[in-house]
């Protein structure tokens, strides 16, 4: 019932930007926290970052002072901008949605997955 569109991954060179989208859709009441995560290859996925419906962040350290989570609530998005970027960087970002269904059911939903490759 909620449905989650992402966009804006791609091939990076070393210390370049990226900037992801997911937008949620359906029959949503409210939003609360949203969030991205990443998975490597052969690594467990990871929380990236994440935004309470007011606005708090919270990020892993490897990517404190080069990515930035932010979202709009009148469009049910969320973003995550990605600077200074490395070859460690190299996953497939999730974005995650936690709220509630139209009929006060508890929701959380997860994107399909966007490829980020870093690298020369």
């Known amino acids: 019932q909620v449905q989650l569109v992402e966009s804006g991954g791609g091939l990076v060179q070393p210390g370049g930007s990226l900037r992801l989208s997911c937008a949620a859709s359906g029959s949503i009441f409210s939003i609360g926290f949203m969030a991205w995560y990443r998975q490597a290859p052969g690594k467990q996925r990871e929380l990236v970052a994440g935004?309470?419906?007011?606005?708090?962040?919270n990020y892993a350290d490897s990517v404190k002072g080069r990515f930035a989570i932010s979202r709009d609530n009148t469009k049910n998005t969320v973003y995550l901008q990605m600077n200074s970027l490395k070859p460690e960087d190299t996953a497939v970002y999730y974005c995650n949605v936690n709220g509630l269904l139209v009929g006060y059911y508890d929701f959380v939903s997860w994107g399909q997955g966007t490829q980020v490759t870093v690298s020369s």
């Open positions: 935004i309470t419906k007011s606005g708090r962040t």
